[in-house]
């Protein structure tokens, strides 16, 4: 069992900067890591990714440029930088890990093993 504690969200304005963090326990942290996005009304949508190792990561384009996913395996922990932050980016912010991908595809479907309970983020005009 895998446990996922994400931390760091919280109110900000339009164009501040915000760093999410996911902790992972229970297991040794050899997973492919994402983080996702839900805002009110709306269905979950990927944002970033990372390969178990660190050397691949992969964006939405919505976030491309402004965002940030990056990895500290001897710490399990994985870290999301936010910058430039836009009133679109309100949303409750959900870690993932999975063991396995077959595609860089798979990094953006919500098929993940194991999810934080959410952290949420709050941008305002």
């Known amino acids: 069992q895998v446990q996922l504690v994400e931390s760091g969200g919280g109110l900000v304005q339009a164009e501040d900067s915000l760093r999410l963090s996911c902790a992972a326990s229970?297991?040794?942290?050899?997973?492919?890591m994402g983080w996702f996005r839900q805002a009110p009304g709306k269905e979950r949508e990927f944002v970033a990714a990372?390969?178990?190792?660190?050397?691949?990561?992969y964006y939405a384009d919505s976030v491309k440029g402004r965002f940030t996913i990056s990895r500290d395996n001897a710490k399990n922990t994985v870290y999301l930088q936010m910058n430039s932050l836009k009133p679109e980016d309100t949303a409750v912010y959900y870690c993932?890990?999975?063991?396995?991908?077959?595609?860089?595809?798979?990094?953006?479907?919500?098929?993940?093993?194991?999810w934080g309970q959410g952290t949420q983020v709050t941008v305002s005009s």
């Open positions: 229970g297991r040794t942290f050899s997973f492919h």
């Open positions: 990372i390969h178990r190792s660190g050397s691949n990561t």
């Open positions: 993932a890990a999975r063991y396995l991908v077959y595609s860089i595809d798979d990094y953006r479907t919500a098929d993940y093993d194991y």
